[in-house]
């Protein structure tokens, strides 16, 4: 039997849009063991949402490392415990693949490594941004190569929190992208390439004076303000009471906002800008980690 542990994700980071994804301290775990059929349980944040046969996420993620390694998967036997909310921009449905994928491959004694793994649950999900910080942890940008996925980790700063806003209703990431359009202006995409260059180069460099004035966006949140009410006010006055930088979370509903010092007066404006628009939310003060999904037993 093998138990993995999968940390939430937080993805984009403002204008890094669908290349750039952090790790966060909130976790969902996958235990799996070989068995004569399918049998699974599931426990915690959205227990009785997830399906429990052939179409939950996790055993399709599994069932694709199996027939990648050329074995046949008869059957397994997994139980599901979540801790990240589902359809919240956290990062639920990477770390369901990614629980799979690196469940599986473990069980079968790892013939997959690790840029197999990042390319296959790349594949799965359809972009990075989510999945590979919850493979391996840390700051990740990552995108398509001519042959392979070309990915860099970074560090972050040892200070560095981030406090997050789950408002209660789901956003789906359908419904999120349906919003985006499918051309943008050249000075638009132009404002996007150096806002995302100077966000890596801050990061890097934990320079955050720097950080506070490039996180913003003009891509995609733009378009999803109208589906997440008070999202332009909350980045507003949470950047006013200290926030380093405020942006919304993969495609939403959840707000990021990364700070140093200033964890309770932006944890109190987030809640308070959201009550304000009757949006009931829970609000959280997680921090960045290193460390991807783990093999705990």
């Not at 039997?1 to 937080?10: D, E, L, S």
Request: aromatic share 6%; glycine share 8%.
């Amino acid at each position: 039997m093998v138990k993995v542990k999968v940390p939430a994700t937080t993805a984009n980071l403002g204008p890094g849009f669908d290349t750039m994804g952090m790790a966060l301290n909130m976790y969902n775990t996958v235990e799996m063991d070989f068995h004569h059929s399918l049998d699974i349980t599931i426990s915690g944040v959205g227990m009785n949402d997830i399906d429990t046969d052939e179409t939950n996420i996790v055993y399709q993620a599994a069932k694709m490392v199996f027939d990648k390694a050329g074995q046949e998967c008869k059957g397994l036997r997994m139980h599901l415990h979540n801790e990240i909310p589902v359809a919240r921009g956290l990062g639920s449905s990477a770390a369901a693949v990614v629980g799979g994928v690196v469940a599986a491959n473990n069980l079968l004694g790892s013939p997959l490594n690790e840029q197999q793994l990042a390319e296959l649950v790349t594949e799965i999900e359809g972009h990075p941004d989510n999945v590979l910080p919850a493979l391996i942890g840390g700051i990740v940008i990552a995108g398509w190569g001519k042959e392979h996925l070309l990915y860099h980790k970074i560090k972050p700063g040892a200070q560095l929190q981030a406090i997050v806003a789950i408002p209660e209703f789901f956003l789906a990431t359908k419904k999120a992208r349906e919003v985006l359009p499918t051309q943008v202006s050249f000075q638009d995409a132009l404002f996007n390439v150096n806002r995302a260059s100077l966000v890596v180069s801050s990061l890097l460099t934990e320079n955050y004076e720097l950080l506070s004035e490039v996180m913003e966006d003009r891509l995609h949140q733009p378009y999803r303000s109208d589906l997440i009410p008070g999202m332009n006010a909350l980045i507003e006055r949470t950047k006013q009471v200290g926030a380093i930088g405020v942006v919304l979370s993969g495609a939403g509903p959840t707000m990021l906002a990364l700070t140093i010092d200033n964890s309770d007066a932006v944890a109190a404006t987030m809640q308070q800008v959201f009550t304000e628009y009757g949006i009931r939310c829970t609000v959280r003060r997680l921090v960045p980690i290193m460390t991807g999904a783990e093999v705990v037993l």
